[in-house]
């Protein structure tokens, strides 16, 4: 049973960064693909950036293109989410996944089936 566990959110002005880790244990990390999500009050759980077991491969949603980096130290069995010039529409809780597939990258929920439980990230205006 893959176990992960996500911290560094917290609470930061718009235009501040923070740097997420999801912590991985209990299975095997460093041949799967990870991602990253978010999920607003009131809104569907929405793909942020995945990459890949290798780490050369990265995918990111449109909307943090740019901003985020997305990074893994398998080694350390940790994935990172550094993310820069934060806006207030980014303000959600922030969870890591492990994908089912060895390879590629994935943005669809359904393409993960291991689940931190999320690190709330809050940006003020």
């Known amino acids: 049973q893959v176990h992960l566990v996500e911290s560094g959110g917290g609470l930061v002005q718009a235009g501040g960064s923070l740097r997420l880790s999801c912590a991985a244990s209990g299975g095997t990390f460093g041949r799967y693909g990870m991602g990253w999500f978010r999920q607003a009050p009131g809104k569907e759980r929405e793909f942020v950036a995945a990459?890949?077991?290798?780490?050369?491969?990265?995918r990111y949603a449109t909307s943090v293109k740019g901003r985020f980096t997305i990074s893994r130290d398998n080694a350390k069995s940790t994935v990172y989410l550094q993310m820069n010039s934060l806006k207030p529409e980014d303000t959600a809780v922030y969870s890591c996944?492990?994908?089912?597939?060895?390879?590629?990258?994935?943005?669809?929920?359904?393409?993960?089936?291991?689940w931190g439980q999320g690190t709330q990230v809050t940006v003020s205006s």
């Open positions: 990459i890949s077991w290798t780490g050369d491969i990265t």
């Open positions: 996944a492990r994908s089912i597939y060895s390879s590629g990258t994935y943005s669809l929920v359904i393409d993960y089936n291991y």
